[in-house]
């Protein structure tokens, strides 16, 4: 069998063809750029070389004319061109300057503001101060939390208003919001404080005034005193005489009867040796008792005020005659009715 290349003898010349032609059309294309490329040189080359004229026409007067090279021309268009960026680089620049300068000074400003409205609210705190001290001196309240303050706190609040001054006033770089955090809450502190103090005096106020409320301190009638409070002589004829634990007040029957101070009646009815009685208590360890009565209005649970009428002057139980026997206790002991009213 004859090899291969000698059943196709014509395939290596074919291959050799086809190359040598590839080749030539890829070196035809190249020269054609070349050419193309070169001409383009040549006409940006007599573009510079040649002359330009320039003519300026004013309305009035003479006109000029300026001869120069394109290369000239090209040459001023970019020195202009640099020159206009660059300017317009610089502006910016200031620019920028200038608005953060600006932004600054107005926040310097607004610090300042800041600072003298934290200032005022410092003062306020001080005064309010000064006001807790001459309302707990009008309540004459016996003692508080908040009475005796810490030596050196006045001293230290005016060392906080000048850091803090020294610190609104310094430049925005060396802000130190730290410090500025420390201020803020060391008011916030204040602030809670006089709250809290004054909470305390509003419940001493409201507890002082039930107490007042509570405290026995009219006359239960307008009728004459008969008997003092204390040791006296039995009215029934023994011969060891006995403590009396209030007043007898003499009066007419069915005189009225008022409560001497506001309470919750407890006890309503017949007591022995007291007859038809009313029993208050009035809280603050106080309670009151009004024996003898006839015609009573008021029962068990009910509020009474002071002078409210609970009953009338009668004769009833271990009497000798129409009269009103009243007595006060104070945690648990009879006192004199004596020392609560005039």
């Known amino acids: 069998m004859p090899p291969f290349y000698a059943q196709q003898p014509s395939f290596f010349p074919r291959c050799a063809l086809c190359t040598y032609t590839k080749q030539t059309a890829e070196a035809a294309a190249q020269y054609d750029r070349m050419k193309k490329m070169g001409k383009k040189m040549n006409s940006l080359n007599r573009f510079l070389s040649d002359r330009v004229d320039i003519i300026l026409m004013p309305r009035a007067g003479a006109s ?131 709250l809290a103090s004054f909470q305390e005096i509003a419940w001493y106020y409201a507890n002082r005034r039930e107490g ?22 039995d009215l029934f004829g023994n011969a060891v005489g006995h403590m009396h634990n209030g007043l007898d007040f003499a009066g007419k029957p069915d005189s009225p009867i008022v409560v001497t101070a506001d309470g919750v009646v407890r006890h309503t009815g017949w007591v022995n040796g007291y007859g038809q009685a009313v029993l208050v208590d009035h809280g603050f360890g106080y309670s009151t008792l009004y024996a003898h009565a006839t015609g009573i209005k008021v029962k068990p649970g009910d509020v009474v005020r002071r002078g409210q009428q609970i009953a009338f002057m009668g004769t009833t139980g271990r009497s000798t005659g129409t009269h009103l026997h009243y007595e006060v206790w104070k945690d648990g002991r009879p006192v004199n009715p004596r020392d609560y009213f005039k």
């Not at 409320?213 to 409070?229: C, D, K, N, V, W």
């Open 64 to 194: 000029r004319k300026f001869k120069l090279t394109g290369l000239t021309l090209v040459v001023l268009v970019l020195a202009w061109l640099v020159v206009t960026l660059g300017a317009l680089w610089l502006w910016s620049r200031a620019y920028d300057y200038h608005l953060t300068k600006a932004d600054n000074e107005l926040m310097r400003v607004k610090m300042k503001l800041i600072s003298d409205e934290l200032e005022r609210g410092r003062n306020y705190l001080a005064l309010t101060q000064t006001t807790e001290k001459q309302m707990r001196q009008m309540l004459g309240m016996p003692g508080g939390k908040f009475i005796n303050l810490p030596k050196g706190l006045e001293e230290k609040n005016r060392q906080e208003d000048e850091r803090a001054k020294k610190l609104f006033e310094s430049d925005l770089k060396d802000f130190d919001t730290e410090e500025f955090e420390k201020y803020i809450n060391s008011m916030q502190e204040t602030a809670q404080e006089r």
């Open 212 to 233: 007042l409320h509570s405290t026995p301190s009219i006359r239960p009638s307008s009728a004459r005193i008969s008997s003092g409070f204390g040791y006296r002589r």
